[in-house]
């Protein structure tokens, strides 16, 4: 293809050639490019979505280096047949004239509810080529309408019980009230074949669905959380196979959640209502076209169950002796069950879930059994995680056995649980006296590294305890690994603490009585966040939530859903509205989430301009919280995170068109520019505070007139030095320093900072054993033990936000247009690394680098998927001896490679997709 067609491609990415399916079905393919990975709205054959426009991307692989996709051509069926035999009767694309591969929108025939879309796509590459048809993928619609929906709300109001008094993590106890979870179930029959069964189903709390004895799917929590007065979510599932000829049933159990369990840190529950309710619909077409349609209402039976209790802190208490036997199959007794309790009508709209669902991802052994105090036996799972631990134990009927559980030890051994705060975080299980049992939680989630078990009927082996990690389904994405081991603990404890908050909402800690989605903390480590796993749908749901609970004037929330916290509009919490936005769209191309949350991005800066005297923002909110001997002034933190989100804005404007609005917010980010330097900054540069994080702050927003860039710069190295070389940052400042540091030109200094093991730093809590990330940076210390129980999480992602700066400067891999269509290769070796190693599963494919150096030698092997490109900097003495596969890169005609210039002690070179070597004199 010409350059001159590819130029017109990408000003006019959209061509259609008016060729159908039939007319292209004798094409044989030629290319060796080939299409995999199809997901729609970020999924891979996803069930159930109410978009009615969906979005559809695929990945190209090719072994050609500079492969690129010229054209594409998507077939869309309503049945697998049609699609095989390329008669699709609902989108027929033809070859559209594109190089995109994501973030393309449906525009086919209308989708209706429950409609079953089969779709397939094929490519040409840049000589011309056609592609085989990709692997046949799917998506289905969920219901669209409101009168779809044709069952009742349901559950079951016994009375709560006051319980006994319950021990928790303040050694205090608390006069709960737990209700037992409650059973429901409907029989029915059959008489003729199934060609298809989907139920959706929905709960005001959180449910298990089960037809016929089997649980469906393996979702935990479901259907989520949200802001229920808003908005309820509904999952969808396929179950055509485990309905049978004649006699079916149709069970549910449902609990308390967040919906109406204990949230928040004052020891309230009902945050949203008192009665739990649960809803479904199941949808059979039969082989002869009929149709019929099983829903929840008043013929269905209700009673209780083995879970006697079930609540997000406190835990679950399940006594086996209360089993039902066979509850869930048809020919199950329920003459004596209690008829349900029915809500005729619920407010908010019903809307089919657009995250993922909450999962278990990984079994944990324990390393090792200790028995600090007689009966009481201590299991260390190995590291700190999320989720609950599965029991094996063999005892008398109604024997009780306790699992507690723990981030830490207290130096005698036994479970420290003093930071649970109000949260009891203990299972309960209560044997039937039948053999080996075997008791895993359903309805409960901690976080821990240490189980405690008591009650054991004599002594229990390593085996018998079995750690099940939950985390929301988000795939993982990046992988980083160097010569420090060091380096690589800490990665490894990003990712461990990123997985165990990222439960159904981006939370601030999985063990004690919060586990609130805190905003703040979402934004400062959101772009990490999407290089360790793929949370495009993940961000779509929560998104939705923050906008939610956003306030009338304006003002975002510091948590969302937005509960216990009622404040909104703290600097850096609050900008969560802007900055998680801007990061979703930066790496997966996604302007549909910018269009869908413009509206509420404008009415933040507006908020900000209404509360701020002449563009200065108050000393309010969180300020640099946790910061270690240095007090940030809020006034200019503020306002400075009130100039970055106005940039950002006049950034999103421009990225949707919007040019009266860009130029208005640029205007905006001038005029506070240019108080903050009126306000905070003296005639000899000093910020007010004189703290790393003004200057952090200053210097990554762009916030210096150019006379006091370099005084920044200077201060910001001084303050460092002062310290002996070591930060002083908290949640907001340490998002940015390392990253700043390299932009600045000081990436040596940000590599004494990731050495350190002395406090305050990473390998500080690494040395005494850290195998997560903390809260704090002296959550734990030789000297004082532990800090204020009252706010220690052992388990918090924020200070992993260097994550970004790992992957960005050592691994060297970043985008330089959104959605990573355009790649840049930038590693810097530094400090002690001889080798580092990288890879990063982009929108558009996977990105590696491995780097290593021997001597004077630097050899950089790369990997860039097809259909992009790349800008490489390699670090060399001389361009001159800057090879690649063995030839002079520069000069030599290189396959895929074009030198662009020489930078600052590197050779700059653009290269397509492909597996490339360099090496180089340093």
Known sequence: MSKLTVTLLAVVPFVIIGCAASQLSTLQPQSDISVHDLRCEYKTNPLGIDITKPRLSWILRSDTRAQKQTAYQILVATSPVKLENNKPDLWDSGKVLSDLTNQIVYKGKPL????????????????????????????SMALLKKSDFKAKWIGFDSPRQALPEIQVGYNKTINAKLPPTCCLRKGFT?????????????ALGIYELHINGQRIGNDYFSPGWTHYKKRIYYNTYDVTDMLRSGKNALAAVLADGWYSGYLGWNGKRDHYGNKTRFLA?????????????????????????????????????????????????YDYDDTFWKPVDVTPQIDAP??????????????????????????????????????????????????????RFAERLNEDGTVYLTSLRLARAADTYICKGMGDEIYQPRFTFHGFQYVEVTGYPGTPTIDDVTGLALSSDTPLAGAFECSDEMANKLYENIVTTQRANFIEVPTDCPQRDERLGWTGDAQVFVRTATYNNDVAAFFTKWLIDLEDAQRSDGAFPHVAPRVVVGDCGSAAWADAGMICPWTIYQVY????????????M???????????????????????WLSINADTDKAVLATAYFAYSTKLMARTADALGRNADAKKFNQLFDQIKKRFNEKFVSDDGIIKSDTQTVYVLALKFGLLDPDKHAIAVQRLVDNIRERNWHLSTGFIGTKDLMTTLTEIGRTDIAYKLFGNDTFPSWGFSIKQGATSIWERWDGWTPEKGFQDAGMNSFAHYSFGAVAE??????????????????????????????????????????????????????????????????????PTADVLLVTESGKAA????????????????????RIGSGNYGFSSEI
């Open 190 to 202: 059959l008489d003729k074949p199934v060609k298809r069964a989907t139920i959706y189903a929905s």
């Open 589 to 600: 191309g996604d302007k549909r989430v910018l269009e869908k949350h413009y509206d509420a």
């Open 281 to 329: 619909q199941l949808h059979i077409e039969y082989q002869d076209g009929s149709k019929d349609l099983i829903v929840t209402d008043t013929s269905w039976k209700a009673n209780t169950g083995p879970i006697i209790e079930a609540d997000f802190y406190m835990g679950e208490t399940y006594n086996a002796t209360k089993e039902i036997t066979g509850w869930a199959d």
């Open 350 to 403: 019903l809307q089919a879930y657009p995250g993922v669902p909450v999962r278990i991802f990984d079994r944990v052994t324990p390393v090792s059994m200790n028995e600090p105090e007689p009966g009481v036996f201590v299991f260390d799972m190995g590291r700190n995680f999320a989720g609950f631990a599965r029991l094996k134990v063999k005892g008398p009927r109604g024997h009780k056995v306790t699992l």
């Open 602 to 624: 404008v009415a933040w800066i507006y908020f900000c301009k209404n509360t701020s005297y002449n563009l200065i923002r108050p000393a309010e909110g969180y300020g640099d």
């Open 805 to 874: 700066w790992m992957f960005k400067t050592v691994g060297g891999i970043d985008t330089d247009a959104p959605g990573y269509r355009k790649i840049i290769i930038k590693p810097q070796p530094g400090g002690n690394l001889i080798w580092a190693k990288a890879s990063y599963d982009s929108i558009n494919g996977k990105i590696a680098t491995s780097w290593k150096i021997d001597g004077d030698n630097l050899t950089l092997d790369v990997t860039i998927p097809a259909n992009t490109t790349a800008t490489v900097y390699i």
């Open 112 to 139: 209706k509810s429950q409609m079953k879309c089969c779709w397939k796509v094929r490519v040409w590459d840049k000589d011309g080529k056609v592609s085989d048809f990709s692997r046949p993928a799917s998506w």
């Open 890 to 909: 520069a000069f030599d005609q290189v396959p895929g490679v074009d030198f662009l210039r020489s930078e600052n002690g590197t050779a700059v070179f």
